[in-house]
């Protein structure tokens, strides 16, 4: 992992904890189809990439959870119509702990990561806890110390 010591704490950065394979949709797949690709991939969110639409968008699990609960057929309604667009898009060089912050700022739980124009990765709360905790288990225990 790419650690940087910063005032006696190691902080990592968002490129060792995002996920590299990204799943792309286009804006007319239908939720169904995003649903469909996003389970077998044991994903919860796609990027929705759009040619003739500036901007990337995202489109979570949650985002067809809501539409199903509002009685929208996922069969006809599209990415296009319930992405998030208003994003923030971190670099791989942000540290999670930036990340983590604009996810509670943000309300998000997926992050697109961006280097130039270009999405290099996606990066979710339970990557952030994946490595928090496996950071965690690495350190060493502190001595016992008696009173």
């Known amino acids: 992992m790419h650690k940087r010591r910063d005032q006696g704490v190691f902080l990592v950065k968002v490129r060792d904890g995002m996920s590299h394979l990204v799943l792309t949709i286009g804006p007319t797949h239908t939720l169904r189809q995003a649903a469909q690709m996003m389970a077998a991939r044991h994903i919860g969110a796609a990027v929705v990439i759009d040619p003739e639409h500036q901007g990337i968008g ?29 994003l923030t898009y971190p670099t791989p060089d942000w540290t999670l702990e930036d990340a983590a912050e604009a996810m509670v700022k943000g309300g998000f739980r997926h992050l697109v990561v961006v280097e130039g124009h270009d999405v290099a990765g996606l990066l979710s709360m339970r990557d952030i806890v994946r490595c928090w ?3 965690a288990a690495a350190q ?8």
């Open 133 to 135: 905790t496996l950071d």
């Open 58 to 86: 995202i489109l979570t699990e949650r985002d067809i959870l809501n539409s199903v609960a509002k009685g929208e057929d996922p069969d006809a309604e599209l990415a296009a119509q319930h992405r998030t667009e208003n």
């Open 140 to 147: 060493p225990e502190p001595a016992a110390t008696s009173a």
